[in-house]
T-cell receptor
Framework: NAGVTQTPKFRVLKTGQSMTLLCAQDMNHEYMYWYRQDPGMGLRLIHYSVGEGTTAKGEVPDGYNVSRLKKQNFLLGLESAAPSQTSVYFC???????????FGPGTRLTVL | KQEVTQIPAALSVPEGENLVLNCSFTDSAIYNLQWFRQDPGKGLTSLLLIQSSQREQTSGRLNASLDKSSGRSTLYIAASQPGDSATYLCAVRWVLTGGGNKLTFGTGTQLKVEL
């Protein structure tokens, strides 16, 4: 049982490049979330999903897209990366109606 | 707007000291409140979760309290140890209209316990 895993762990992009961050969970959780963590800002919710094939916007969704084609995976895409998207990205998952979210180890993204 | 604030931003204490971390939130209609620990370069680990109907939760040397009416929670750490050095995050859960729930995080308190 690996829990929540994130790929890649680190990435450096140039402005305008695109990339996809992968989150995978093997706990059969219905809900999955993407957050970003910035100094002095705390964690902020980007997008979330309450089930396969469904996604919804969080606090700071602009510049990101997500997909949940399989229950165990939640993808976060940056179509045209900007320096303002330099951050640490965390994925989390939980059962429907559960109290505790389980977090992945994070992806550190730098956009030059 | 639902906001969570943590004070102080950083704290340094000698080993063995008891300490209190503070968290305040703006909307008292919370679902629950959770304290997390984050070590440098790592993800978040849940420490304690307090339901909206509860006043406190305890785990080992940790005790978290909740006062919804005043919009405050405290995390009490007894007999601090160098291994307690980490960033402590407070997160408040509010239910989302479309289903699921949203954790709103404070900016954290960076704790250093010195020998």
């Amino acid at each position: 049982n690996a829990g929540v895993t994130q790929t890649p762990k680190f990435r450096v992009l140039k402005t305008g490049q695109s990339m996809t961050l992968l989150c995978a969970q093997d706990m059969n959780h219905e809900y999955m979330y993407w957050y970003r963590q910035d100094p002095g800002m705390g964690l902020r919710l980007i997008h979330y999903s309450v089930g396969e094939g469904t996604t919804a916007k969080g606090e700071v969704p602009d510049g990101y897209n997500v997909s949940r084609l399989k229950k165990q995976n939640f993808l976060l895409g940056l179509e045209s990366a900007a320096p303002s998207q330099t951050s640490v990205y965390f994925c989390a998952s939980t059962y429907a109606g559960a109290d505790t979210q389980y977090f992945g180890p994070g992806t550190r993204l730098t956009v030059l | 707007k639902q906001e969570v604030t943590q004070i102080p931003a950083a704290l340094s204490v000698p080993e063995g000291e008891n300490l209190v971390l503070n968290c305040s939130f703006t909307d008292s209609a919370i679902y629950n409140l959770q304290w997390f620990r984050q070590d440098p370069g790592k993800g978040l680990t849940s420490l304690l979760l307090i339901q909206s109907s509860q006043r406190e939760q305890t785990s080992g040397r940790l005790n978290a309290s909740l006062d919804k009416s005043s919009g405050r929670s405290t995390l009490y750490i007894a007999a601090s140890q160098p291994g307690d050095s980490a960033t402590y995050l407070c997160a408040v859960r509010w239910v989302l209209t479309g289903g699921g729930n949203k954790l709103t995080f404070g900016t954290g308190t960076q704790l250093k316990v010195e020998l």
